[in-house]
């Protein structure tokens, strides 16, 4: 039986059969394969689309929150007009009859004022030329028109124009024909600062700046001919410090923060990101979501204390925390110190250095008191090295303790200056005065100095005393002689001129000014003298 049915089926018939079958398995299994990944794929898709459709959701609902809050804030401002206008009215008719008062006053009477008295009348008088005067003579007060300048600004009937005639000598372009004191960018600042007090909103605060609309648009003209003028000047890389800082200043009390213009706010605050008041300037002219880029840069230039201060300005010192930031400033203070001293060792350089070290540290001590980072950031460490730099410095200003009259101390050997100098006398007659044996000629070029004891230490780079009628410039000045007296005697080397002068550390000047110094920007890092 089983051999018919074999006659009957081919085996070759059974062959195709079975291949037939195992490429019908084959495809089965591909599209299995081909189904699974479809439906992956399909699924990786659908749970996109369904985070999408929530973020969508989730965007659409902040936005909504966000335009109720701000249609909100209109119908509150909206109703705030009124009210606004009332008091404003009320202050005018005030300081109008203020001003009637204050000028059927005698002259007399007005000498005998102090400063806030005197304050109040110009402003009452709206005296903008006698009150900007003021404000520039009495510079060493600063604290006390700091408080007294808002006061007597709310005396004006106009306080905007008040301020802006005030300043229009010397902002936006300086119209003075004797510039002196060059930098008057301080009494700007503060003046405008005092004025956003003035012209803050009783309800709404100084987001809304109680100006004229006649005062806006006379401010938005200054503050462009102030932006036209820079090209003029040199451009954005040869603007001063008090410059940038009084423009900045006077955009944000006027209410005329342009967005066409946040660029160059942006360049501005990180150009000058060491002065005290940036941080919250940067944060009303609405950069405040750019602040994280700004801290960013600032780390990136190794300007980690001026980051700090814009962290915690914008509440980001979670995000960029402040320890780890001021150990990332001091690193970099000693890598510096240790290249400078590698590459240069002269005694200008070094003391150069020392200096430098030491405005570091106290600007670092400085931002931890400021910030209270003391629990976390002890300040023993950082005194002690300023404590030894400060030694250093004294002990390297100390002259060489050596007795002119020894007859075997440096004063009587008869060397040649390592300059090329000519060589002393080797006898000098003794005078009744000094018994000392001086090794000046008989008939010296210059009258010598009545103190004959006096020591004068010679440059680092010559530490052999030298001799003779023949002063180096270095060491000229302390003698007090005439420089028609010596400038013909030649000279036989270069000497290195006195170390420049810093500028000393601080959040204010030495006449206690927040950020306000010489008008350039310091070379080290700005945030070392502020």
Same mark, same amino acid.
């Given at each position: 039986?089983?051999?018919?049915?074999a006659?009957?089926v081919?085996?070759?018939?059974?062959?195709?059969?079975?291949?037939q079958?195992?490429?019908?398995?084959?495809?089965?299994?591909?599209?299995?394969?081909?189904?699974k990944?479809?439906?992956?794929?399909?699924?990786?898709?659908?749970?996109?689309?369904?985070?999408?459709?929530?973020?969508?959701?989730?965007?659409?609902?902040?936005?909504?929150?966000?335009?109720?809050?701000?249609?909100d804030?209109?119908?509150?401002?909206?109703?705030?007009?009124?009210?606004?206008?009332?008091?404003?009215?009320?202050?005018?008719?005030?300081?109008?009859a203020?001003?009637?008062?204050?000028?059927?006053?005698a002259a007399?009477?007005?000498?005998e004022?102090?400063?806030?008295?005197?304050?109040?009348?110009?402003?009452?008088?709206?005296?903008?030329?006698?009150f900007?005067? /003021?404000?520039?003579?009495?510079?060493?007060?600063?604290?006390?028109?700091?408080?007294?300048?808002?006061?007597?600004?709310?005396?004006?009937?106009d306080?905007?124009?008040?301020?802006?005639?005030?300043?229009?000598?010397?902002?936006?372009?300086?119209?003075?024909?004797?510039?002196?004191?060059?930098?008057?960018?301080?009494?700007?600042?503060?003046?405008?600062?005092?004025?956003?007090?003035?012209?803050?909103?009783?309800?709404?605060?100084?987001?809304?700046?109680?100006?004229?609309?006649?005062?806006?648009?006379?401010a938005?003209?200054?503050?462009?001919?102030?932006?036209?003028g820079?090209?003029?000047?040199?451009g /954005?890389?040869?603007?001063?410090?008090?410059?940038?800082?009084?423009f900045?200043?006077?955009?944000?009390? /006027?209410?005329?923060?342009?967005?066409?213009?946040?660029?160059?706010?942006?360049?501005?605050?990180?150009?000058?990101?060491?002065?005290?008041?940036?941080?919250?300037?940067?944060?009303s002219?609405?950069?405040?979501?750019?602040?994280?880029?700004?801290?960013e840069?600032?780390?990136?230039k190794?300007?980690?204390?001026?980051?700090?201060?814009?962290?915690?300005?914008?509440?980001?010192?979670?995000? /960029?925390?402040?320890?780890?930031?001021?150990?990332?400033?001091?690193?970099?203070?000693?890598?510096?110190?240790?290249?400078?001293?590698d590459?240069n060792?002269?005694?200008?350089?070094?003391?150069?250095?020392?200096?430098?070290d030491?405005?570091?540290?106290?600007a670092?001590?400085?931002?931890?008191?400021?910030?209270?980072?003391?629990?976390?950031?002890?300040l023993?460490?950082?005194?002690?090295q300023?404590e030894t730099?400060?030694?250093?410095?004294?002990?390297?200003?100390?002259?060489?303790?050596?007795s002119?009259?020894?007859?075997?101390?440096?004063?009587?050997?008869?060397t040649?200056?390592?300059?090329?100098?000519?060589?002393?006398?080797?006898?000098?007659?003794?005078?009744?005065?000094?018994?000392?044996?001086?090794?000046?000629?008989t008939?010296?070029? $210059?009258?010598r100095?009545?103190?004959?004891?006096?020591?004068?230490?010679?440059?680092?780079? $010559?530490?052999?005393?030298?001799?003779?009628?023949?002063?180096?410039?270095?060491i000229?000045e302390?003698?007090?002689?005439?420089?028609?007296?010596?400038?013909?005697?030649?000279?036989?080397?270069?000497?290195?001129?006195?170390?420049?002068? $810093?500028?000393?550390?601080?959040?204010?000047?030495?006449?206690?000014?927040?950020?306000?110094?010489?008008?350039?920007?310091?070379?080290?890092?700005?945030?070392?003298?502020?």
């Amino acid at each position: 039986m089983g051999s018919e049915v074999a006659s009957v089926v081919p085996s070759s018939v059974v062959q195709e059969s079975l291949k037939q079958l195992e490429r019908q398995q084959e495809l089965i299994s591909c599209c299995t394969v081909l189904w699974k990944e479809l439906s992956d794929h399909f699924s990786v898709l659908e749970r996109g689309l369904e985070s999408r459709s929530e973020a969508l959701r989730s965007k659409r609902q902040s936005l909504d929150a966000s335009t109720q809050c701000a249609l909100d804030s209109l119908r509150h401002r909206e109703l705030s007009i009124d009210g606004a206008v009332d008091l404003a009215l009320a202050k005018l008719e005030e300081r109008r009859a203020a001003a009637a008062e204050a000028l059927a006053a005698a002259a007399a009477e007005v000498e005998e004022l102090d400063i806030a008295g005197k304050l109040r009348s110009l402003c009452t008088k709206m005296d903008f030329a006698g009150f900007f005067d /003021f404000v520039v003579a009495k510079r060493k007060e600063l604290e006390i028109l700091r408080t007294e300048l808002p006061v007597a600004l709310s005396d004006c009937i106009d306080p905007a124009k008040f301020v802006l005639d005030a300043i229009s000598v010397v902002f936006p372009l300086d119209k003075r024909t004797v510039k002196s004191p060059n930098d008057l960018g301080w009494a700007c600042v503060m003046i405008f600062e005092s004025l956003l007090l003035v012209l803050a909103d009783p309800e709404l605060g100084s987001t809304r700046p109680l100006v004229t609309r006649c005062a806006r648009k006379r401010a938005e003209e200054m503050a462009k001919e102030w932006k036209e003028g820079l090209e003029h000047r040199g451009g /954005f890389e040869n603007v001063k410090p008090p410059d940038a800082h009084t423009f900045l200043q006077h955009v944000v009390t /006027f209410g005329i923060v342009d967005t066409n213009d946040k660029n160059l706010y942006r360049r501005l605050v990180i150009s000058f990101a060491w002065r005290r008041q940036m941080p919250k300037l940067a944060i009303s002219l609405g950069l405040e979501d750019s602040m994280e880029d700004i801290i960013e840069e600032l780390i990136d230039k190794g300007h980690q204390l001026d980051a700090i201060n814009f962290a915690y300005e914008a509440s980001l010192q979670d995000k /960029f925390p402040p320890i780890s930031l001021i150990q990332s400033f001091l690193k970099d203070l000693k890598k510096s110190t240790s290249t400078s001293e590698d590459s240069n060792n002269s005694g200008q350089a070094v003391n150069s250095t020392s200096r430098k070290d030491q405005s570091a540290i106290r600007a670092a001590i400085k931002c931890i008191q400021d910030h209270k980072l003391e629990s976390e950031f002890p300040l023993e460490s950082l005194q002690k090295q300023l404590e030894t730099l400060e030694k250093v410095k004294v002990e390297k200003k100390k002259p060489a303790v050596s007795s002119p009259c020894s007859s075997t101390g440096p004063a009587n050997k008869r060397t040649r200056a390592n300059h090329g100098g000519p060589m002393p006398p080797a006898k000098a007659g003794r005078t009744t005065i000094n018994a000392c044996v001086s090794s000046f000629p008989t008939t010296p070029a $210059y009258v010598r100095s009545p103190s004959a004891h006096t020591t004068y230490s010679a440059p680092p780079a $010559y530490p052999h005393t030298v001799y003779g009628s023949r002063s180096p410039p270095a060491i000229r000045e302390p003698y007090g002689y005439p420089v028609e007296e010596v400038a013909h005697i030649p000279l036989g080397a270069t000497y290195p001129s006195p170390p420049m002068n $810093y500028p000393a550390y601080g959040a204010y000047h030495n006449c206690g000014i927040g950020g306000y110094n010489n008008g350039l920007a310091p070379g080290y890092q700005q945030a070392y003298f502020r």
